[in-house]
């Protein structure tokens, strides 16, 4: 199969802070997938930063994953993904650009909407709009101006003096909006035991990542004193990490960009389900491509965490042109993306292969 890609960096609203640091803008990789039969798809290769893998670095591995698809991958993409994935390595957002296209030519090409190929309900649900780190005033500030949405997520993990003084100022700035928090690996033990009640109190519903990635044994110790469920998002890589998280969490953040797109996703959510844990679906900042992949997936979990659309300014796929999370099904096949991806002024040229 032929790939076509666009390296596009996607600008930020405001700085995007977290525990590891704090950044204005963030590239992403659009691609377009061809068969021999000129049936089309579309994908997203938006970077797991803390991996250290430039998007540039994923635009030929793109190509050469593409290119190994066989011509009869849309029939069973999960299988044809499977074989790829060592070629991918710890670049899977590339593998997931390629699985998505995979998956939205093999959806567009039975006149299907992605959710009903692969039977899951109709997109469905709230996305949580996160409060990025930044200075106190600024948090309370944003959280102010988002009051009227229904969730908010709080990113945290400073330190602890910091983490209560801006969650309390989130929390009165914003009284009549359910918060959760993602403290991306920036507590210690101590910290997060001290900081857990407190957030409880303040209304908090669940912690995200609150230990570093790796601290496994500490987080199953936090996690039976914990007053709020605790989910893991760094800790969640693939299907192969989940099951050193068997006691130690109430549930899970699965990234299609972070585990290599739907096929993987689907596994860990059947994983997850039977382990009893609940399951958060989240993103990277990436484009209405990759969000609306997982929102594609959104009946088959119980919590979503796709604002990214809503954190940048230049998102390539116009609004409109993708189908809102409803209780109606999709109107058009596939992703449900109604603009020709190659056809998008904004986008410029393709970025060229060596």
């Not at 005033?137 to 908010?152: K, N």
């Not at 993990?157 to 209560?164: E, T």
Request: with cysteine; glycine share 8%.
């Amino acid at each position: 199969m032929r790939a076509t890609t666009w390296l596009k960096e996607l600008r930020l609203r405001y700085p995007f802070g977290i525990a590891r640091g704090s950044v204005d803008a963030l590239p992403t990789v659009l691609v377009r997938l061809e068969d021999e039969a000129r049936r089309v798809g579309l994908g997203e290769a938006a970077p797991v930063r803390y991996r250290g893998i430039a998007a540039a670095d994923h635009v030929p591995l793109v190509h050469v994953l593409a290119a190994a698809l066989p011509a009869n991958a849309y029939y069973d993409p999960p299988r044809a993904i499977a074989e790829l994935r060592p070629l991918a390595g710890e670049a899977t957002a590339a593998l997931a650009a390629v699985d998505i296209a995979l998956w939205d030519l093999a959806a567009r090409s039975r006149g299907l909407a992605l959710h009903r190929l692969i039977g899951a309900p109709p997109p469905a649900g709230e996305t949580t709009y996160t409060i990025a780190l930044d200075s106190l005033a600024q948090m309370e500030a944003r959280a102010r101006e988002a009051a009227h949405l229904p969730l908010l997520k709080v990113k945290l993990g400073l330190d602890p003096h910091f983490d209560r003084e801006a969650i309390a100022r989130v929390a009165a700035a914003a009284p009549n909006v359910r918060l959760r928090v993602d403290a991306n690996g920036g507590w210690t033990l101590a910290d997060a035991r001290d900081l857990l009640p407190y957030l409880a109190d303040h209304g908090v519903e669940l912690v995200e990542q609150p230990l570093p990635r790796g601290a496994l044994w500490q987080l199953g110790d936090l996690r039976r004193r914990s007053p709020l469920p605790i989910y893991a998002d760094e800790d969640v890589q693939d299907l192969a990490s989940l099951a050193a998280l068997r006691g130690r969490v109430d549930g899970i953040n699965v990234k299609l960009m972070k585990c290599g797109g739907v096929s993987e996703a689907l596994a860990m959510i059947a994983f997850a389900r039977r382990e009893g844990w609940g399951v958060l679906l989240g993103c990277m900042i990436e484009s209405r491509i990759g969000l609306a992949a997982a929102a594609q997936l959104s009946g088959l979990v119980d919590a979503l965490d796709l604002d990214a659309h809503m954190l940048t300014v230049n998102d390539p796929v116009p609004p409109g042109s993708v189908d809102e999370l409803s209780a109606e099904p999709p109107a058009l096949p596939g992703l449900g993306i109604g603009v020709a991806l190659d056809a998008a002024d904004e986008l410029g040229k393709p970025t060229p292969v060596a």
